[in-house]
T-cell receptor, first 113, second 114 residues
Framework: GENVEQHPSTLSVQEGDSAVIKCTYS??????FPWYKQELGKRPQLIID?????GEKKDQRIAVTLNKTAKHFSLHITETQPEDSAVYFC????????????FGQGTILTVHP | NAGVTQTPKFQVLKTGQSMTLQCAQD?????MSWYRQDPGMGLRLIHY???????DQGEVPNGYNVSRSTTEDFPLRLLSAAPSQTSVYFC?????????????FGPGTRLLVL
């Protein structure tokens, strides 16, 4: 089945800095790559996603880039704010794992004021 | 719309007891899933359903049963609880061409097995 590796497991930045989280996957036929944010004690919520026919997608301060050749995709957060502090999960769907969404292990992001 | 609802919010069980975690959605989504969340392990898929009457196993199905008799409900049954099943359980629903577009998660059920 699909294998998703997410790095780093923890990330600490100063307010205003950029943060980058990377995920690698194993199934070259995968075609959907979402990112979820989970605040403490809350449910995960989708913040951005990208499909295999697109290399980059932006939404205000967040962006996702996809390198299908290398089988990795990354979340970029610019001008970080304390409210960006949360756990971020990448996920992968499609390909031979059709019907299943496989999540990465999560990254704890802490933004210090 | 209430979205995805889960009951109970918190449950304590003794080893060997059985129980059912309830999940319901009012968005008419075809796809529903159950995940468990453990520290450092991310969200792991237990079982999922692509429509009423259709279910399939995910990554960690052992010890759990599901059924999908209606579009709205997707209960998760623990047959004989074990301490290893202590976790936070999330139900989710989704729609779309592949079914794996935006996942809408419920608030979660925190389960402690003693």
């Amino acid at each position: 089945g699909e294998n998703v590796e997410q790095h780093p497991s923890t990330l600490s930045v100063q307010e205003g800095d950029s943060a980058v989280i990377k995920c690698t996957y194993s199934d070259s036929a995968s075609n959907y790559f979402p990112w979820y944010k989970q605040e403490l004690g809350k449910r995960p919520q989708l913040i951005i996603d990208i499909r295999s026919n697109v290399g980059e997608k932006k939404d205000q301060r967040i962006a996702v880039t996809l390198n299908k050749t290398a089988k990795h995709f990354s979340l970029h957060i610019t001008e970080t704010q304390p409210e960006d502090s949360a756990v971020y999960f990448c996920a992968v769907a499609g390909g031979t794992s059709y019907g299943k969404l496989t999540f990465g292990q999560g990254t704890i992001l802490t933004v210090h004021p | 719309n209430a979205g995805v609802t889960q009951t109970p919010k918190f449950q304590v069980l003794k080893t060997g007891q059985s129980m059912t975690l309830q999940c319901a959605q009012d968005m008419n989504h075809e796809y529903m899933s159950w995940y468990r969340q453990d520290p450092g392990m991310g969200l792991r898929l237990i079982h999922y359903s692509v429509g009423a009457g259709i279910t399939d196993q995910g990554e960690v199905p052992n010890g759990y049963n599901v059924s999908r008799s209606t579009t709205e409900d997707f209960p998760l049954r623990l047959l004989s609880a074990a301490p290893s099943q202590t976790s936070v359980y999330f139900c989710a629903s989704s729609y779309g061409l592949t079914g794996w577009e935006t996942q809408y998660f419920g608030p979660g059920t925190r389960l402690l097995v003693l």
